[in-house]
C-alpha cells in the first residue's frame, strides 16, 4: 500500500488572491479539517471560502484558521425535529420571529462571554466587522427571536445560492435559539434553501435533526446549489 502524503498547513497572505485556498482534501486529520492560516477575512476572501466549504474559526491572539472537516455537519430543511414541546413554545410563549432587523445585535450576543465556551469567545471583533460587512452587501443574515418587543434568541450565517452557512446562535430564555433556528426552516422554501451547514456536531444540533454528511458528498451538493457566478459581484439574492 502506497502511504498518503504527509499533509502541511497551507498560509495564506494577507490582501493575496482570495481564491488561493488550498483544496479541501488537503486539510489535517488532526486537528481534524484545519486547512490553511493567515490570510485576512475581506469580504471577497470570504465568499470563496463558503463556496468551497471552508469557513474561519480561531480565538484571540491565534492566525486565521481555515476549516473543512470531515464529515461536515448538515440539516436539511425537510428533516428538522419540531418536538412538539417546540411547536408549543412557538405557538404559547408569545415569540415572534424576524429577519434582519438586528443583524448587530444578534452577533453581538452571540459574541458574548459564555460558560459553554469557557468564559471566552471565538468571535472576535475582527470577526464581528467582517460579517457586518457581509451583511450590508447582503449576504449575511440574521433569524432573530423576540418577545415582547425584547430580542431574546436568534442565529446568524451567510446565505450563498441555496445554502445556508449558519455561523452561530444565543438564546437568553428557554428555547429562544430554537425558535429562530424553526424560524429560518420554516422560510427555507420561501428563501431557496435546501442545505443549512452546522460545521460541527453538537448534541443540540443532532437532538434538532442534523446529521454528518462526508465531506465529498457535502462539496458536491454545494457545487450544485451554488451558482458559479454568486459572490463574485452578481447581487445576492434577496432574504
Not at 468551497?52 to 481555515?66: A, D, E, K, N
Not at 438586528?102 to 468564559?119: M, Q, Y
Not at 438564546?171 to 443549512?196: C, F
Not at 435533526?209 to 452578481?234: C, K, T
Amino acid at each position: 500500500m502506497t502511504p498518503r502524503p504527509r499533509r502541511t498547513l497551507v498560509w495564506l497572505e494577507p490582501e493575496g488572491d482570495p481564491q488561493a485556498f488550498p483544496a479541501a482534501e488537503c486539510a489535517l486529520d488532526e486537528p481534524s479539517g484545519l486547512l490553511a492560516a493567515g490570510g485576512d477575512l475581506r469580504p471577497e476572501r470570504l465568499l470563496a471560502a463558503y463556496r468551497r466549504g471552508i469557513f474561519p474559526w480561531y480565538s484571540p491572539g491565534q492566525p486565521i484558521l481555515w476549516w473543512c472537516p470531515d464529515p461536515r455537519e448538515v440539516l436539511l430543511p425537510t428533516e428538522f425535529r419540531r418536538s412538539r414541546s417546540l411547536v408549543k413554545r412557538e405557538r404559547n410563549a408569545g415569540f415572534e420571529v424576524r429577519e434582519n432587523t438586528a443583524f448587530a445585535a444578534v452577533i453581538a450576543a452571540c459574541a458574548a462571554p459564555r460558560e459553554l465556551d469557557g468564559g471566552g469567545t471565538w468571535i472576535t471583533v475582527e470577526m464581528r466587522d467582517a460579517y457586518l460587512e457581509l451583511h450590508r452587501r447582503g449576504y449575511a443574515h440574521s433569524i432573530e427571536t423576540w418577545r415582547y418587543d425584547e430580542l431574546v434568541g436568534g442565529l446568524y450565517g451567510v446565505k450563498l445560492g441555496r445554502v445556508f452557512f449558519g455561523e452561530s446562535m444565543f438564546s437568553r430564555e428557554s428555547d429562544a435559539s430554537k425558535v429562530a433556528l424553526s424560524g429560518l426552516v420554516r422560510r427555507a422554501t420561501a428563501h431557496g434553501i435546501e442545505l443549512i451547514d452546522c460545521q460541527m456536531p453538537t448534541r443540540h444540533l443532532g437532538s434538532l435533526g442534523s446529521r454528518p454528511l462526508p465531506r465529498s458528498e457535502f462539496l458536491a451538493l454545494l457545487a450544485r446549489l451554488i451558482d458559479s457566478r454568486e459572490g463574485f459581484g452578481q447581487n445576492p439574492r434577496s432574504f
